[in-house]
């Protein structure tokens, strides 16, 4: 990557070399792919590039953490948690804000959701007091949840803090159910279509 953006800095002005050094850093985007996102962004300046400027001060200035849930909106409690058409008594329990907006993609849930933050992961340091667990067990704790549905990736990661959760709350007498096994094993919610997220859904089982 440093070889390549120093060829950019050659050819630019450190203005432009900024920005397509920040842009590398987005998933999915290399050095060269940031360089072609960089030159269209310039090329249609007032169609794109200064609307995208704006749109990224106003959400950096109103995007806030649910203190409910643990999604991200510019609301607190966010939309979900404030709809009242949801069904309060289903809780889906998810790793990462990108899972619950698959699922939300999916149109398959309309219960509510709690976001982990992550996974437990000895190896890299990550346990229970880095996840969002203290504020799940409270949920549960406070009534009304019948069921949660642990709908965490097939990781082994994901599975062992299923299995740590399920531990967790097997004093509330709360009904723990997984996703099907249409998810498959090493996948990730965010990477898959909408007809598998939605079939998982309705195909949940006991955990």
Known sequence: MSSDLGMAERVAGPEIERLIQLLARLPGLGPRSARRAALHLIRRREELFEPLADAMQAARERVVVCGTCGNIDTVNPCTICRDERRDGSLLTVVETVADLWALERAAAMRGRYHVLGGTLSPLDGIGPKDLNL??????V????VKEVILAVNATVDGQTTAHYITDLLAHT???LTRLAHGVPVGGELDYLDEGTLAAAIRQRTAF
């Open 134 to 139: 203290a504020s799940l067990v409270g949920r």
């Open 141 to 144: 704790v406070a009534g009304g």
């Open 173 to 175: 007498g709360v009904r």
